[in-house]
């Protein structure tokens, strides 16, 4: 019996509640549809329009260059043999799975990390 009367009301709390979500989703989109169609945000909307080409332009120009910065601090300093051999600055790795190691830019002491 309780967990009928849970059941009862768990659902007359839904139909009620769906209502009640119902009516305040509809207020909430007539705000948006007003607030979307008033005049001032038009025009600025307009604005943006008329702008994001030029915007667009220069982020891609930017990219373009970040690109090119990224790509001449990566080449020469790693390679990939068809092989499977694999180096870069501070070691090697071969396909059968020996590894080359330089420390004598690491450990304790003078200008290395510790």
């Known amino acids: 019996m309780n967990k009928l009367l849970l059941l009862v009301g768990a659902g007359v709390g839904y139909v009620l509640g769906a209502r009640a979500g119902r009516e ?7 705000q948006a549809n007003k607030l979307w169609t008033d005049p001032r945000v038009q025009t600025k909307v307009e604005e943006v329009k008329a702008k994001a080409p030029e915007v667009a332009n220069k982020v891609g120009e930017e990219a373009k260059a970040r690109a090119s910065e990224v790509k001449a ?14 180096s870069n600055e501070t070691g090697a790795a071969d396909s059968g799975g020996g590894l080359e190691v330089d420390t004598s830019g690491f450990g304790p002491g003078g200008d290395k990390l510790p």
Do not use: C, L, P, Q
């Open 73 to 86: 601090k990566v080449t020469g300093h790693e390679t990939t043999g068809a092989s499977g051999h694999y």
């Open 24 to 30: 305040r989703y509809d207020a909430i989109a007539d």
